[in-house]
C-alpha cells in the first residue's frame, strides 16, 4: 500500500514536471538583497509555494556546501529515498546518511532550482534543476560532473519540511535535442528574461 501511495505520488511529479518549463536560473546561495533572488516583489509570476520550496532548497544548498554529507543527510525524512545515476535507491535516512559521508573540503555539491510546484495540499511539493559536483583528482584536477535532479519535499508530522525523494542523473549529451521550448506554456516557473 505504502509503494502504491509512493508510486502513485511519483508518477503526479513526473507528469507535472513534464509540463513544467525551464525557464531561468535561481542561485539558492542568493540572499534576499541580491540580484536574483526570489520574491513575490521580483518573481510575480511564482507561487508563494514555489517560493517557500525555493527557499528551502536555498537552505540546503547552503548547509551541505558548508557542512558536507552529513549536512545533506540532516535534510532527509526518516523514511526518504534517493536514486542516484546508475546506483540502487538508498533507502531511509539512516542509509542515506551512511552513504553521504563526504566532507566539504574534498567534495562540493551544489544546485539551482530551475523550477517547482507545491502540490495542491501545500503539504508537499517538488523542486527540479541543474546540480555540479566539484572534486579534486589524484593529479589534484577538479574534476566536475554535472546533471539534474527532482527532490521531493514533505511536511512532516512536527511541521517541518524534509526531503522525501531525491533523484538525480547526469547531464544528457550536449548534442541532446530536448527542448523544454517544445512544452506547454502553463507553468509555475520564472520567466525568462
Known sequence: MRFRRFTGLF???LAAVSISRAQNTLDP????SSPGSSSLLTQPTLSPGVLFLYDLEKKFAKATLDGGGKAFAAW???DAVTIGNKQAPVVGHSAIA???QWDPKQYQLIWT?????????G?????????EGHVRDAQGNTVTTTG???TLWKRQADGNWKVALDISNEEPPADCECSVDAL???STTKPQP
Request: glycine fraction near 10%; proline fraction near 11%; charge should be neutral.
Open 29 to 32: 546561495l542568493a540572499t534576499p
Open 113 to 121: 532550482p530551475q523550477g517547482g510546484q507545491m502540490l495542491p495540499a
Open 148 to 150: 539534474r535532479y527532482i
Open 98 to 100: 551512511a552513504k553521504a
Open 11 to 13: 508518477a503526479v511529479i
Open 184 to 186: 506547454p506554456s502553463s
Open 123 to 131: 503539504d508537499a511539493g517538488y523542486t527540479w534543476g541543474h546540480y
Open 76 to 78: 532527509f525524512a526518516e
